[in-house]
């Protein structure tokens, strides 16, 4: 069974940055891609970010130009870049791993406050 594991979120003033890490306990190469999802208090849980096995970037228009979606296959890890943070970015940070079509794999979760 495949772990995933997010640090590195926290309080933050708008305008701030911060980095959060996801670490997998197999290699993200197994999987067809990676992803950064958030889910704010009342809402769905949403896509931010891919990066595929390839090494391709997706992202929403919403973190475009502030967010970077970037890893390092020798240490299976993950890595969001969040630039010029909002408080529109307070949420529950989740890193997912897509096998072929589903996001199968979960991290718990990493809270990120940015505050006014």
């Known amino acids: 069974q495949v772990q995933l594991v997010e640090s590195g979120g926290g309080l933050v003033q708008a305008g701030g940055s911060l980095r959060l890490s996801c670490a997998a306990s197999?290699?993200?190469?197994?999987?067809?891609?990676m992803g950064w999802y958030r889910q704010a208090p009342g809402k769905q849980r949403e896509l931010l970010a891919i990066i595929t096995s390839g090494g391709a970037t997706t992202y929403v228009d919403v973190v475009k130009g502030r967010f970077t979606i970037s890893r390092d296959t020798a240490k299976n890890t993950v890595y969001l870049q969040m630039n010029s943070l909002k408080p529109d970015d307070t949420a529950v940070y989740y890193c997912?791993?897509?096998?072929?079509?589903?996001?199968?794999?979960w991290g718990q979760g990493t809270q990120v406050t940015v505050s006014s």
């Open positions: 997912g791993a897509r096998e072929v079509v589903n996001w199968g794999y």
């Open positions: 197999s290699s993200i190469l197994n999987f067809a891609a």
